[in-house]
């Protein structure tokens, strides 16, 4: 089939209000093995029983007409099947079904596909990610899941290729290499297709490099055009005219050049689509280093210009890759204020108008009502707390709080939303009965400490341009309570229209899983608490939950096989939360363990998971701490920057990656340094840092891990 027909026949029936698709057409497909289409695509809000893109249809509401299990009969939804996933990481996928199956990817960007009703293995692919690729994945090496065109699946892998997947077996069909080896740069993100144009993007902001998106060719993987979201510095004149208008809200002089920052601005998660507009819609990422006064300096040694497209929500024309038009959530972002959150596309009338809009909940903190055609600001107002702007004034730029604004030097600043924002990567859903948004919304400010003469390393490690070890804790019980009880985790329902939440759920903490709204009334979420639960999408009443033996961050989706509706969630804890936060925040908390597992409900279903295993006692057993405090501090320092980020701040251990005052290695120098300078463990993740750090440095970060352990051993309850 000609695309550009295909194409010119979407936009016709979209101009005439016509549904260009349905289960009819869905069930032709199928039983002729002509595959997914654009039509199908285009139209996949009206076929009830498939879940054929990412968010469900390209408008990404994650909401499923599906009524069958609803608000009367949820408390008989048990247990269908489930099945055991092979990797202990974060998963955070969402998974298709397409025509009875469904397909998942997992930690390490392996894809699986099994019998949707039965549960039945059908195949297994693994795109064997060299283990070291893990030092280069700031948030766990985790996969958001898949595309569909035709009879063919594609896959974004962790070390950044693009692999085109046959349905039916599994087998490689092509693969191409999408990012730069060389950089830091990692893919973790669902791809989307629109019109035979697989569209995909990537992550490494906070490891140094240059964000975009682009586009290959279904058929054969060639790269059609690419989307840099961040001027290089190079190019001039020479540059497309957006990049030229970027440039001059930069200072571009650390761009340019063999030892340039990269900018950051990657796309690693969002996109939408509006086939009426021809619009495609991307979540633009921080700044990298995430200091501006760094990235883009000014005269004064502070920060200087908003330094687009940081932070952003771009419309892209799908078919050029040509940009249309920006909206710049946080102009001038340091503090990693991402605009990669869900974006998500609904109609719906504002001030006696019927607007197409666009919404999305930015680690920001503020839920942004957009107009999807122009760009134009229409309201936003705070979902979370938010210190660091007090509002977004009528011109749709935030009205800053200038204390929360770092640069190289002076006082520190406890900021929320922190880093890991109001909302993180976790989707949100849409209730259109109910016109509300669900948001997995959770506070955990932050402590931005400037860090005076901070060198990029684009080798190794977080290159933020802050002091990351400034907001440890002390090893003080109490004190860790105290900040551990100014964490909340919240299912929010927000009205868009009135900017303001009509009902919200207290989590016992952040972190908790994507979202899905369905016909039924009702809304599903996973917890951080090691809960599935079903709410009544009008008030929030939870009317059925289900032990699921794990933290559950990743979306739900409903799907029907032969008419019989089923619910589908990946459990398994992981992701940046549980690697940098959680793990042992207070020495007394039980830590939220990862059970790996696909659970698969329907009414009436009877199924079992295996018993949870005990988790073994592990007391502290370091060796004494006889090092100089100078080697001590010298080590909290290369700690903070290199290490933190996957064994947690001031190495109080993650739940997900190994606690490092725990280490076998840990009383002896030569094994140590086996791992951490020359890297012995390279294959499942631990590379060497030799390149970044000289020996005494890394024997000081031992020193600095023998010190803390023996502080929290001091702190263990006695038996
Ligand atoms: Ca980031």
């Given at each position: 089939m000609n695309k550009a027909i295909w194409g010119a026949s979407v936009l016709m029936l979209g101009a005439l209000g016509i549904a260009s698709c349905n289960e009819a057409e869905f069930l032709d497909a199928f039983e002729s093995g002509s595959g997914i289409t654009a039509t199908m695509l285009t139209g996949a809000?009206?076929?009830?029983?498939?879940?054929?893109?990412h968010g469900r249809t390209y408008s990404e509401q994650r909401f499923s007409p599906l009524d069958a299990i609803s608000t009367e009969n949820v408390g008989e939804l048990g247990l269908a099947w489930s099945a055991d996933m092979d990797t202990a990481r974060g998963q955070e996928a969402t998974p298709l079904v397409i025509d009875g199956k469904l397909y998942l990817t997992t930690a390490w960007s392996k894809v699986k596909a099994f019998d949707a009703a039965t549960g039945e293995a059908l195949w297994d692919y693994d795109p064997e990610v060299p283990g070291e690729t893990a030092v280069r994945a700031c948030c766990d090496v985790v996969n958001r899941g898949l595309a569909t065109w035709g009879t063919s699946l594609f896959l974004g892998t962790l070390d950044g290729r693009l692999v085109s997947l046959?349905?039916?077996?599994?087998?490689?069909?092509w693969e191409v290499q999408t990012t730069d080896p060389d950089q830091s740069y990692t893919v973790t993100g669902a791809p989307r297709v629109i019109d035979g144009k697989i569209i995909i993007g990537n992550g490494g902001a906070e490891f140094g490099v240059r964000g975009y998106v682009a586009a290959y060719d279904v058929d054969n993987g060639e790269e059609l055009w690419r989307f840099y979201t961040v001027p290089d510095g190079n190019e001039g004149g020479e540059a497309p005219e957006y990049l030229q208008a970027a440039a001059e809200t930069w200072n571009t002089e650390v761009l340019a050049g063999s030892d340039a920052i990269g900018g950051g601005g990657t796309v690693w998660d969002s996109m939408a689509y509006d086939a009426d507009l021809d619009l495609l819609y991307i979540g633009v990422g921080n700044g990298s280093p995430w200091n501006r006064a760094y990235r883009s300096p000014g005269e004064d040694g502070t920060g200087e210009g908003d330094n687009l497209y940081l932070s952003s929500i771009v419309a892209v024309r799908p078919s050029t890759g040509e940009y249309v038009w920006h909206y710049q959530t946080t102009p001038g972002e340091t503090w990693d204020y991402t605009a990669t959150q869900h974006i998500m596309l609904a109609d719906m009338e504002i001030d006696g108008e019927q607007r197409q809009v666009l919404m999305q909940a930015p680690k920001n903190g503020f839920f942004y009502v957009i107009d999807r055609a122009t760009g134009e600001f229409i309201s936003a107002e705070p979902y979370v707390a938010v210190n660091w702007a007090t509002g977004i004034g009528e011109d749709g730029r935030p009205i800053e709080n200038p204390e929360t604004r770092i640069d190289k030097t002076g006082k520190p600043a406890i900021v929320t939303p922190g880093a890991l924002g109001g909302h993180n990567w976790h989707p949100m859903a849409y209730h259109p009965d109910e016109n509300l948004v669900f948001i997995p919304a959770f506070e955990a400010a932050m402590v931005y400490a400037p860090e005076e003469n901070w060198k990029p390393d684009r080798a190794r490690g977080f290159n933020v341009g802050f002091n990351l070890g400034a907001g440890d804790l002390p090893p003080d019980l109490g004190i860790r309570r105290e900040v551990a009880g100014t964490l909340r985790g919240m299912l929010v329902a927000w009205d868009p229209v009135a900017q303001e939440p009509r009902w919200t759920v207290e989590h016992p903490g952040p972190w908790n899983g994507g979202l899905l709204a369905t016909g039924g009334g009702l809304v599903f979420q996973g917890t951080a608490g090691s809960e599935f639960n079903a709410y009544d999408a009008s008030n929030g009443e939870k009317l059925w939950s289900f032990g699921a033996q794990t933290g559950v961050v990743a979306p739900p989706i409903t799907y029907t096989v032969d008419g019989e509706q089923y619910v589908a969630v990946l459990a398994g804890w992981g992701g940046a939360y549980a690697i940098t936060?959680?793990?042992?925040?207070?020495?007394?908390k039980a830590p939220v363990r990862n059970v790996s597992r696909l659970l698969v409900f329907k009414l009436g279903g009877t199924g079992e998971l295996p018993p949870e295993k005990e988790l073994a006692a592990l007391p502290l057993d370091p060796p004494p701490s006889r090092a100089s405090p100078e080697d001590i501090a010298l080590g909290g320092e290369k700690y903070a920057r290199y290490c933190a980020v996957c064994h947690a701040p001031a190495a109080v251990g993650s739940t997900v990656l190994p606690d490092l005052r725990r280490s076998g290695t840990l009383g002896n120098a030569s094994s140590w340094a086996a791992v951490?300078?020359?890297?012995?463990l390279k294959d499942n993740g631990m590379v060497g840092f030799g390149e970044s750090m000289s020996r005494e440095e890394i024997e000081a970060i031992r020193a600095y891990v023998i010190q803390r352990a023996n502080e929290d051993k001091a702190m263990e309850p006695a038996e």
């Amino acid at each position: 089939m000609n695309k550009a027909i295909w194409g010119a026949s979407v936009l016709m029936l979209g101009a005439l209000g016509i549904a260009s698709c349905n289960e009819a057409e869905f069930l032709d497909a199928f039983e002729s093995g002509s595959g997914i289409t654009a039509t199908m695509l285009t139209g996949a809000g009206d076929d009830h029983a498939n879940w054929i893109t990412h968010g469900r249809t390209y408008s990404e509401q994650r909401f499923s007409p599906l009524d069958a299990i609803s608000t009367e009969n949820v408390g008989e939804l048990g247990l269908a099947w489930s099945a055991d996933m092979d990797t202990a990481r974060g998963q955070e996928a969402t998974p298709l079904v397409i025509d009875g199956k469904l397909y998942l990817t997992t930690a390490w960007s392996k894809v699986k596909a099994f019998d949707a009703a039965t549960g039945e293995a059908l195949w297994d692919y693994d795109p064997e990610v060299p283990g070291e690729t893990a030092v280069r994945a700031c948030c766990d090496v985790v996969n958001r899941g898949l595309a569909t065109w035709g009879t063919s699946l594609f896959l974004g892998t962790l070390d950044g290729r693009l692999v085109s997947l046959d349905r039916d077996t599994g087998a490689v069909q092509w693969e191409v290499q999408t990012t730069d080896p060389d950089q830091s740069y990692t893919v973790t993100g669902a791809p989307r297709v629109i019109d035979g144009k697989i569209i995909i993007g990537n992550g490494g902001a906070e490891f140094g490099v240059r964000g975009y998106v682009a586009a290959y060719d279904v058929d054969n993987g060639e790269e059609l055009w690419r989307f840099y979201t961040v001027p290089d510095g190079n190019e001039g004149g020479e540059a497309p005219e957006y990049l030229q208008a970027a440039a001059e809200t930069w200072n571009t002089e650390v761009l340019a050049g063999s030892d340039a920052i990269g900018g950051g601005g990657t796309v690693w998660d969002s996109m939408a689509y509006d086939a009426d507009l021809d619009l495609l819609y991307i979540g633009v990422g921080n700044g990298s280093p995430w200091n501006r006064a760094y990235r883009s300096p000014g005269e004064d040694g502070t920060g200087e210009g908003d330094n687009l497209y940081l932070s952003s929500i771009v419309a892209v024309r799908p078919s050029t890759g040509e940009y249309v038009w920006h909206y710049q959530t946080t102009p001038g972002e340091t503090w990693d204020y991402t605009a990669t959150q869900h974006i998500m596309l609904a109609d719906m009338e504002i001030d006696g108008e019927q607007r197409q809009v666009l919404m999305q909940a930015p680690k920001n903190g503020f839920f942004y009502v957009i107009d999807r055609a122009t760009g134009e600001f229409i309201s936003a107002e705070p979902y979370v707390a938010v210190n660091w702007a007090t509002g977004i004034g009528e011109d749709g730029r935030p009205i800053e709080n200038p204390e929360t604004r770092i640069d190289k030097t002076g006082k520190p600043a406890i900021v929320t939303p922190g880093a890991l924002g109001g909302h993180n990567w976790h989707p949100m859903a849409y209730h259109p009965d109910e016109n509300l948004v669900f948001i997995p919304a959770f506070e955990a400010a932050m402590v931005y400490a400037p860090e005076e003469n901070w060198k990029p390393d684009r080798a190794r490690g977080f290159n933020v341009g802050f002091n990351l070890g400034a907001g440890d804790l002390p090893p003080d019980l109490g004190i860790r309570r105290e900040v551990a009880g100014t964490l909340r985790g919240m299912l929010v329902a927000w009205d868009p229209v009135a900017q303001e939440p009509r009902w919200t759920v207290e989590h016992p903490g952040p972190w908790n899983g994507g979202l899905l709204a369905t016909g039924g009334g009702l809304v599903f979420q996973g917890t951080a608490g090691s809960e599935f639960n079903a709410y009544d999408a009008s008030n929030g009443e939870k009317l059925w939950s289900f032990g699921a033996q794990t933290g559950v961050v990743a979306p739900p989706i409903t799907y029907t096989v032969d008419g019989e509706q089923y619910v589908a969630v990946l459990a398994g804890w992981g992701g940046a939360y549980a690697i940098t936060v959680d793990g042992g925040l207070l020495n007394d908390k039980a830590p939220v363990r990862n059970v790996s597992r696909l659970l698969v409900f329907k009414l009436g279903g009877t199924g079992e998971l295996p018993p949870e295993k005990e988790l073994a006692a592990l007391p502290l057993d370091p060796p004494p701490s006889r090092a100089s405090p100078e080697d001590i501090a010298l080590g909290g320092e290369k700690y903070a920057r290199y290490c933190a980020v996957c064994h947690a701040p001031a190495a109080v251990g993650s739940t997900v990656l190994p606690d490092l005052r725990r280490s076998g290695t840990l009383g002896n120098a030569s094994s140590w340094a086996a791992v951490v300078h020359d890297g012995i463990l390279k294959d499942n993740g631990m590379v060497g840092f030799g390149e970044s750090m000289s020996r005494e440095e890394i024997e000081a970060i031992r020193a600095y891990v023998i010190q803390r352990a023996n502080e929290d051993k001091a702190m263990e309850p006695a038996e």
